[in-house]
């Protein structure tokens, strides 16, 4: 009876956890969309989209393109840098032209996004 009273109660537990990560998954990840946006819960967000997308990734290109060693690892520090980079001019390019700037057209999310993808293919890819 007692052992049949604690799986009633972990299994509730287990779901409220479940729960309360998928209420702030589903509010960090909604917050990339508002105009006035939380920054933290925004750059979450824009890394849940890039590990999603990373994880997508490997069902298309499940072997990596760098060769092992020190070209994955460069390929890790730089990549997100330069996508960081290149978000944020094309940012500036929109900004002149009067376009809308979307916030992925910012350094940091850019970063953010372009690491989480790069961090999943580091570690699961072939």
Same mark, same amino acid.
């Given at each position: 009876?007692?052992?049949?009273?604690?799986?009633?109660?972990?299994?509730?537990?287990?779901?409220?956890?479940?729960?309360?990560?998928?209420? !702030?998954? $589903?509010?960090?990840?909604?917050?990339?969309?508002?105009?006035?946006?939380? *920054?933290?819960?925004?750059?979450?967000?824009?890394?849940?989209?890039?590990?999603?997308? #990373?994880?997508?990734?490997?069902?298309?290109?499940?072997?990596?393109?760098?060769?092992? #060693?020190?070209?994955?690892?460069?390929?890790?520090?730089?990549? *997100?840098?330069?996508?960081?980079?290149?978000?944020?001019?094309?940012?500036?390019?929109?900004?002149?032209?009067?376009?809308?700037?979307? *916030?992925?057209?910012?350094?940091? $999310?850019? $970063?953010? !996004?372009?690491?989480?993808?790069?961090?999943?293919?580091?570690?699961?890819?072939?």
């Amino acid at each position: 009876m007692i052992e049949f009273i604690v799986q009633i109660i972990g299994e509730f537990i287990v779901q409220i956890i479940a729960e309360a990560l998928f209420a !702030f998954g $589903y509010r960090s990840l909604s917050e990339t969309f508002r105009k006035q946006r939380n *920054p933290w819960l925004a750059a979450l967000g824009f890394s849940l989209f890039g590990a999603i997308l #990373g994880g997508l990734s490997l069902l298309v290109l499940p072997s990596n393109l760098t060769p092992v #060693g020190m070209p994955r690892v460069a390929n890790l520090v730089f990549t *997100p840098l330069l996508v960081g980079f290149c978000m944020s001019a094309i940012g500036g390019w929109r900004a002149k032209r009067g376009r809308l700037v979307l *916030p992925i057209d910012r350094f940091w $999310y850019g $970063y953010l !996004f372009a690491l989480a993808v790069a961090l999943i293919r580091f570690k699961f890819a072939r």
